[in-house]
Nanobody, 125 residues
């Protein structure tokens, strides 16, 4: 079992920044790759970023490359999503998720087996 709790969402103007945090407990966090997804109203939950268990490998959706940075602190059991140059189209509920151990793919919802409750990010124009 893994418990995930996101925080750091809020309302920000276009061009601004936010840093989301995801605190994990339960299954050994340092052995888990992690992902961030987002879901806008009326849309499917979409992949945003992935980070390997060590933090040495990261990947991003094209829509956020160059603006978002995923990182982790295994000593604190926490993964972060630094979001810069925010746009109104980044408005969504953001979720962190634990990547299924042994699964290679990481951009699909079913590649992950535990999810946080989500945190709302709203970017005003």
């Amino acid at each position: 079992q893994v418990q995930l709790v996101e925080s750091g969402g809020g309302l920000v103007q276009a061009g601004g920044s936010l840093r989301l945090s995801c605190a994990a407990s339960g299954r050994t966090f340092s052995s888990n790759a992690m992902g961030w997804f987002r879901q806008a109203p009326g849309k499917e939950r979409a992949f945003v970023a992935h980070i390997s268990w060590s933090g040495g490998s990261t990947d991003y959706a094209d829509s956020v490359k160059g603006r978002f940075t995923v990182s982790r602190d295994n000593a604190k059991n926490t993964v972060y999503l630094q979001m810069n140059s925010l746009k109104p189209e980044d408005t969504a509920v953001y979720y962190c998720a634990a990547h299924k151990i042994g699964t290679y793919a990481y951009t699909r919802r079913y590649d992950y087996d535990y999810w946080g409750q989500g945190t709302q990010v709203t970017v005003s124009s």
